[in-house]
């Protein structure tokens, strides 16, 4: 009986430690959330700036032969992969490994400690992912693509639906698709192709840069859900243990009692 109430006593205390980390780590990404999604609407407006353009570009007639409108027939695909910087987020990770799971890659970058350490590439976190680095990795993939290196190239990462629901997803990036705006009105100076290839980089790159951004506001929103869960399950758990702890006590008490009333009698 005494090694029960011990051993219940110890359980109590390692749940209860749990049950602090995962309220503080709830707590840090409650105030982490705010920052996160206006950093993701800020680069969401920037991307729909910059996709205007290029939308507007490729429905013109004279890039129909622009290299990178070009639809291959070989399908070498480099895939950008963009997980979580840290664990204990539920099933963020899980859900971008297995869709990238569904397509095979001639090429992987990845962004994030997670995807890293899974592909063997140099440590690029999602969290301070900057857009210089979205820059450069964008030039190296417009190079790649137009040197044949791949013939498409797309990116793994997770949309933000709500702070309840999030959602992994690909988001294809080279070729280019025609746009559907017309661009009559428009005059482009020089031309359509100079034009296009002077802001294809910044393009490609505001679309790395955004989908880091709600891949991270995402995984903050994830990580908060999984430890309100958590906390909820380790409290009931918690409530459980005291109940059998305090029956264990009782128990141990009544037989001291019985005990003692037994050796008087005698």
């Not at 570009?57 to 895939?79: D, G, M, Q």
């Not at 490609?204 to 958590?230: G, H, K, P, Q």
């Not at 009931?236 to 009698?265: F, S």
Request: proline fraction near 1%.
């Amino acid at each position: 009986m005494g090694a029960d109430i011990k051993n219940l006593r110890t359980r109590i205390k390692s749940v209860d430690s749990t049950l602090h980390l995962t309220k503080a780590m709830g707590l840090v990404a409650s105030s982490k959330i705010r920052r996160a999604t206006e950093a993701m609407n800020k680069s969401k407006d920037y991307l729909k700036a910059y996709r205007d353009v290029v939308d507007a570009l490729t429905s013109c007639e004279e890039l129909k032969r622009s290299p990178y409108l070009e639809k291959r027939e070989e399908e070498r695909l480099c895939l950008i992969v963009v997980a979580g910087d840290r664990g204990l987020a539920g099933g963020y990770n899980a859900n971008i490994f297995r869709l990238q799971k569904e397509y095979e890659a001639h090429r992987v970058y990845a962004i994030g400690k997670r995807a890293c350490e899974k592909y063997s590439k140099d440590l690029t976190l999602a969290e301070s992912f900057s857009y210089e680095e979205a820059y450069a990795l964008s030039k190296k993939l417009c190079e790649g693509f137009l040197n044949r290196e791949f013939d498409k190239v797309a990116i793994i990462c997770t949309k933000y639906i709500s702070i309840m629901s999030q959602e992994a997803q690909i988001k294809w990036l080279l070729p280019l698709s025609r746009g559907e705006k017309g661009a009559k009105s428009i005059l482009f100076e020089p031309d359509e192709a100079t034009i296009l290839n002077s802001v294809i980089y910044e393009y490609i790159a505001s679309s790395i840069f955004a989908a880091v951004r709600e891949s991270y506001a995402s995984e903050v929103a994830a990580r908060r859900f999984a430890m309100d869960s958590a906390g909820k399950n380790a409290a009931e758990m918690l409530d459980g243990l005291h109940l059998k702890y305090n029956r264990a006590r009782q128990g141990a008490i009544t037989q001291e009692i019985t005990e003692i009333v037994a050796g008087t009698e005698q």
